[in-house]
């Protein structure tokens, strides 16, 4: 059984910068595609990020180019590099892994989630 728990959130002014990460126990990420994922209040769930098990990432639209998603295997944890943050970005963000990177990016096929973490980005 795979626990991810998220951690880094906080409070951010705008155009600053924060790290999130998401540290697995009780069995490796190695294998498994993570993604990152958030939902601001009244809006559904986006998908915003995801690295496969071999280090490939994507990045939706609205983070590209300030968002760097990546993996430390021997830390067992995936981080979430958030640069020039915008109010937009505020929401409560959230990890998950799966076995597909394709379906993880969808957000689908998900085998676990962690129980999220909150950003709020505000002057």
């Known amino acids: 059984q795979l626990e991810l728990v998220e951690s880094g959130g906080g409070l951010v002014q705008p155009g600053g910068s924060l790290t999130l990460s998401c540290a697995g126990s009780?069995?490796?990420?190695?294998?498994?595609?993570i993604g990152w994922f958030r939902q601001a209040p009244g809006k559904e769930r986006e998908g915003i990020s995801c690295i496969s098990y071999g280090g490939n990432t994507y990045y939706a639209d609205s983070v590209k180019g300030r968002f760097t998603i990546s993996r430390d295997n021997a830390k067992n944890t995936v981080y979430l590099q958030m640069n020039s943050l915008k109010p937009e970005d505020t929401a409560v963000y959230y990890c998950?892994?799966?076995?597909?990177?394709?379906?993880?990016?969808?957000?689908?096929?998900?085998?676990?989630w962690g129980k999220g973490t909150r950003l709020t980005v505000s002057s």
């Open positions: 009780g069995n490796t990420l190695d294998y498994y595609a």
């Open positions: 998950a892994a799966g076995v597909s990177v394709a379906h993880v990016r969808e957000g689908y096929g998900i085998d676990y």
